[in-house]
Nanobody, 115 residues
Framework: QVQLVESGGGLVQAGGSLRLSCAAS????????FGWYRQAPGKQRELVGT???????YYADAVKGRFTISRDNDKKVVYLQMNSLKLEDTAVYYC?????????WGQGTQVTVSS
């Protein structure tokens, strides 16, 4: 069965970096597009960025130039590299994947940015 598991979250100071991973087991990984989302306390879940099967990427304006999405098709892992972190980046970060007309979500990983 398909399972998405995010990891790599934690506490980091403003200006620092963190890399999140999304491992997609049981998937036809290479042909699927992935998205990263985040949800801060009291706010709606928002799109952070996406990556297609051809490795084309899209980023929300709030993270453009600071975050980078990449994928390793052999390891079946999607990454979110976060640099120059800001306090407003604090949120639970979620990975999702579209496969065979079904949408899959991971459990999320907490990122907390401190001053």
């Amino acid at each position: 069965q398909v399972q998405l598991v995010e990891s790599g979250g934690g506490l980091v100071q403003a200006g620092g970096s963190l890399r999140l991973s999304c491992a997609a087991s049981g998937s036809t990984f290479s042909m699927n597009a992935f998205g990263w989302y985040r949800q801060a306390p009291g706010k709606q879940r928002e799109l952070v960025g996406t990556i297609t099967s051809d490795r084309n990427t899209y980023y929300a304006d709030a993270v453009k130039g600071r975050f980078t999405i990449s994928r390793d098709n052999d390891k079946k892992v999607v990454y979110l590299q976060m640099n120059s972190l800001k306090l407003e980046d604090t949120a639970v970060y979620y990975c999702n994947m579209l496969q065979s007309e079904r949408l899959y979500w991971g459990q999320g990983t907490q990122v907390t940015v401190s001053s």
